[in-house]
Nanobody, 118 residues
Framework: QVQLVESGGGLVQPGGSLRLSCTAS????????MAWYRQVPGKQRDEVAR????????WYADSVKGRFTISRDNAKNTVALEMNSLKYEDTADYFC???????????WGQGTQVTVSS
């Protein structure tokens, strides 16, 4: 199974940018579709962006479309989320998720906190 470790969260002012990174280990990274989710305490965890195992297909939630970009480097076993024009409502814990292609196996990282505040 794959292990995931996120990094890059922090405090940023509205309108600013952050880059989250998720590093995978323990299995063949290119066998997994990858996604970023976010969760505010007391609310459900929502999918923000997704990228296919080969990196050719991506998807974004309407709330982040045009501001966030997901990318992956299969040679480095990493998936990134570039977040621009950050808003107060982007404040959340962000989680990296791996899904094994053609199977139901899903794995999560421990999360990284993003706070957008002036």
């Amino acid at each position: 199974q794959v292990q995931l470790v996120e990094s890059g969260g922090g405090l940023v002012q509205p309108g600013g940018s952050l880059r989250l990174s998720c590093t995978a280990s323990g299995d063949i990274f290119s066998n997994y579709d990858m996604a970023w989710y976010r969760q505010v305490p007391g609310k459900q965890r929502d999918e923000v962006a997704r990228i296919s195992s080969g990196g050719k297909t991506d998807w974004y939630a309407d709330s982040v479309k045009g501001r966030f970009t997901i990318s992956r480097d299969n040679a480095k076993n990493t998936v990134a989320l570039e977040m621009n024009s950050l808003k107060y409502e982007d404040t959340a814990d962000y989680f990296c998720r791996a899904k094994l292609v053609s199977f139901a196996d899903v794995y999560w990282g421990q999360g990284t906190q993003v706070t957008v505040s002036s």
